[in-house]
């Protein structure tokens, strides 16, 4: 989106669509109302720290910062440099973003960072790295979807979510062929009705069980590009006996979509001349969520579909730079460029750009979830800095979040209003947001973009890139510590340079041309708008076909239901900013938990009654919502929502053995009336 300094007026800035290839000027009703937050009155625009009485002050930056850097010290002379932890953001520009991981590598030295795109995006990126060899979101620019026959879409309801999204599958939807596994009637299935195409409606978590039973039918039928499998894939063997027993019969009593339509939906992707299969967090977030990726990119793969001219597959990223802040050193295991911790060669190239020994790089971390269970804990760490994320909210069991947090000796948030993760720290920072500062972001075709500063943040507040130049400081790191986001921009694509995610031929006075930059981009280069094309990143130039199986997982059994979580149209995330704006929190100011009305009869459950929703984990309370596109064995809540409210405080805290991704897509649950 483009801003526009308003003269006059309550908002200090006016919000416009930009004509963009993306978006072609659309936004979603909390891009229009995102000026809202600039005039808030709750601004953060003073330090806070807790006092003995308990409530936070406010106090100086410069006493701030000195006590901080003394307790970090003291902490990692007491228990080393790994009882300092750092957890970041998917909404952090480029910039921050790679300064936060050298931040945490050589002022802290620690391994302990890792951020909340671990609840986001890391099932994707893990499948996509082990079957392509490369992760970037959507290997092709998205206006390709324009031009589909056919698309896919598991598990992503882009209608209510990213709705300017929508314009891009009107094609396919013209020609029936819009194809969406959705437990719910969601905005996106709805787009299915009238010929548009065809609602699977799947039991919830049995993604994997339909994806592995349209394999079957493609290869039983003989459906495949066979030209294409053996010129540029592997594992073809291996696939063959991993879906011989999911025959669409079998997969319809475990899936609830019946077997027609599942051979019906495997022959119009194998008949299209031009078929896109997308995934989204509704597929991945699950204990075997990157299996259900590897599923799909498997289907895809038989199907000739990544790196075709007008085919492919993708992934839908969810946060503001949830691609770009993935490349860059916020993970626990990653290098800036995409690159191993572990490898050798990577640790060499980077600490050559950042003036330090290879050796006092640390090695892999923790994931996120273990990152913040380990809080306080014999082995863990004792201090925590919170960059971008509001983790009392977004995380997987809240509940015991919040007290492995409260075990922490220092607990340091820096953000723009006090979250609710900011409430329980000792530290509270004031930072800037996205309208007051320059950087860039890379959108989920990989495609990196300028933003530009619109307005100077309030007195007060301070860009973290000069927080972690003025800690560092204090903590004699070695290296460069810039302010000048540009300057920033340039270390790190020195930093990434021959890396997978190859920044080194970009800088913001480039980009200021309005190139279109989609990375991989080294130096003399004009970037690659699509990968595949020619091979795929593996050495020997083809893509894996990894088997998967089920695995056995509690079911809805009796009077349970399953439960699923997702966002509303009018929120974002854990809501720290969006709740704010009174024109999106007005049409559902409290928790909703929507049921079938054959569901609700059961209960003796009317439309706006207080329900009850609990299971092994918690309870939380909610107003029941009927409607009839929703599976009667299934419920449904938003996860914006705080405190005691929060739909995370029923979610389990299982991961992806693969990815350490939390299963937050499928719980079970009772639901009575309260």
């Known amino acids: 989106m483009t801003l526009t300094l308003t003269p006059t007026g309550r908002l200090p800035v006016e919000v416009q669509g930009r004509d963009f290839p993306t978006n072609r000027g659309g936004l979603c009703k909390k891009g229009w109302t995102s000026a809202e937050l600039l005039a808030d009155t709750g601004r953060l625009t003073t330090p806070l720290m807790r006092g003995d009485d308990g409530e936070l002050h406010p106090i100086a930056w410069d006493t701030a910062l000195d006590l901080?850097?003394?307790?970090?010290?003291?902490?990692?002379?007491?228990?080393?440099?790994?009882?300092?932890?750092?957890?970041?953001?998917?909404?952090?520009?480029?910039?921050?973003?790679?300064?936060?991981?050298?931040?945490?590598?050589?002022?802290?030295?620690?391994?302990?960072?890792?951020?909340?795109?671990?609840?986001?995006?890391?099932?994707?990126?893990?499948?996509?790295?082990?079957?392509?060899?490369?992760?970037?979101?959507?290997?092709?620019?998205?206006?390709?979807?324009?031009?589909?026959?056919?698309i896919l879409l598991l598990g992503s309801n882009v209608a209510d979510t990213m709705p300017p999204f929508v314009s891009h599958l009107q094609g396919a939807r013209a020609r029936g062929g819009l194809l969406v596994v959705d437990p719910r009637r969601s905005s996106t299935a709805r787009l299915c009705d009238d010929g548009g195409g065809i609602h699977l409606q799947a039991v919830p978590g049995?993604?994997?069980?339909?994806?592995?039973?349209?394999?079957?039918?493609?290869?039983?039928?003989?459906?495949?590009?066979?030209?294409?499998?053996?010129?540029?894939?592997?594992?073809?063997?291996?696939?063959?006996?991993?879906?011989?027993?999911?025959?669409?019969?079998?997969?319809?009593?475990?899936?609830?979509?019946?077997?027609?339509?599942?051979?019906?939906?495997?022959?119009?992707?194998?008949?299209?001349?031009?078929?896109?299969?997308?995934?989204?967090r509704g597929v991945e977030q699950h204990v075997d969520g990157t299996d259900t990726a590897g599923a799909a990119i498997n289907l895809a793969l038989l199907l000739g579909l990544p790196g075709t001219p007008g085919s492919g597959y993708g992934?839908?990223?969810?946060?503001?730079?949830?691609?770009?802040?993935?490349?860059?050193?916020?993970?626990?295991?990653?290098?800036?460029g995409y690159r191993k911790i572990t490898d050798p060669d990577a640790r060499a190239a980077v600490a050559k750009v950042w003036g330090v020994d290879p050796d006092i790089i640390p090695g892999p971390g923790v994931p996120a979830v273990e990152l913040l269970q380990s809080a306080g804990m014999p082995g863990g760490v004792r201090a925590l800095l919170v960059h971008g994320s509001n983790v009392v909210v977004s995380a997987p069991r809240v509940d015991t979040v919040r007290a492995a947090l409260a075990r922490l000796d220092l607990l340091i948030v820096s953000d723009f209003f006090l979250s609710e993760t900011a409430r329980i720290a000792d530290f509270v920072l004031p930072v800037l947001q996205w309208?007051?500062?320059?950087?860039?972001?890379?959108?989920?075709?990989?495609?990196?973009?300028?933003?530009?500063?619109?307005?100077?943040?309030?007195?007060?507040?301070?860009?973290?890139?000069?927080?972690?130049?003025?800690?560092?400081?204090?903590?004699?790191?070695?290296?460069?510590?810039?302010?000048?986001?540009?300057?920033?921009f340039d270390e790190l694509a020195r930093a990434s340079a021959g890396g997978l995610a190859d920044y080194s031929g970009l800088s913001h006075a480039l980009l200021d041309t309005g190139i279109e930059a989609?990375?991989?981009?080294?130096?003399?280069?004009?970037?690659?708008?699509?990968?595949?094309?020619?091979?795929?990143?593996?050495?020997?130039?083809?893509?894996?076909?990894?088997?998967?199986?089920?695995?056995?997982?509690?079911?809805?059994?009796?009077?349970?239901?399953?439960?699923?979580?997702?966002?509303?149209?009018?929120?974002?995330?854990?809501?720290?900013?969006?709740?704010?704006?009174?024109?999106?929190t007005a049409t559902r100011p409290t928790l909703v938990a929507q049921l079938h009305p054959v569901t609700a009869r059961d209960r003796a459950l009317h439309d706006g009654d207080r329900v009850r929703i609990s299971n092994e984990n918690g309870t939380i309370y909610a107003r029941a919502e009927l409607d009839a596109g929703i599976r009667p064995d299934t419920v449904f809540l938003p996860f914006h929502y705080p405190d005691a409210g929060s739909a995370n405080l029923l979610t389990s805290g299982a991961t992806d053995p693969h990815s350490a991704m939390p299963e937050f897509k499928h719980a079970v649950v009772q639901v009575s009336a309260s």
């Not at 695995?551 to 929120?571: D, F, P």
């Open 315 to 336: 992934t839908l990223t969810g946060q503001g730079n949830g691609q770009g802040g993935r490349e860059h050193g916020q993970k626990s295991d990653q290098l800036p």
């Open 206 to 280: 049995s993604d994997l069980p339909l994806i592995l039973s349209l394999t079957h039918v493609v290869l039983a039928e003989r459906l495949y590009d066979a030209d294409f499998v053996e010129q540029r894939t592997a594992g073809l063997g291996d696939i063959r006996r991993s879906v011989a027993s999911w025959w669409p019969e079998h997969a319809e009593t475990v899936t609830g979509v019946p077997a027609n339509r599942i051979r019906e939906v495997a022959r119009a992707l194998a008949a299209s001349r031009s078929a896109y299969i997308l995934t989204g």
């Open 518 to 584: 989609h990375w991989p981009f080294p130096t003399g280069s004009a970037g690659t708008p699509r990968l595949f094309t020619d091979r795929f990143a593996h050495p020997d130039g083809r893509a894996r076909m990894v088997a998967v199986r089920v695995r056995a997982r509690k079911k809805a059994r009796g009077e349970e239901l399953n439960l699923i979580t997702g966002r509303l149209l009018e929120q974002y995330q854990s809501g720290t900013q969006t709740r704010r704006i009174d024109e999106l």
């Open 68 to 150: 901080i850097a003394g307790r970090l010290r003291a902490i990692a002379a007491e228990d080393g440099q790994d009882a300092i932890g750092v957890f970041g953001g998917g909404g952090l520009t480029n910039e921050k973003a790679y300064q936060l991981g050298k931040f945490a590598r050589i002022a802290l030295r620690t391994s302990r960072i890792d951020y909340n795109g671990r609840f986001c995006m890391s099932s994707a990126a893990a499948a996509a790295n082990r079957a392509f060899g490369i992760d970037r979101g959507l290997p092709f620019p998205l206006s390709d979807l324009d031009t589909a026959e056919t």
């Open 435 to 488: 309208a007051e500062e320059e950087g860039t972001m890379t959108n989920l075709e990989g495609r990196v973009l300028r933003r530009r500063r619109a307005l100077a943040g309030p007195d007060g507040a301070r860009s973290e890139l000069w927080l972690f130049a003025e800690l560092a400081r204090r903590l004699d790191a070695p290296g460069l510590w810039s302010l000048d986001p540009a300057e920033v």
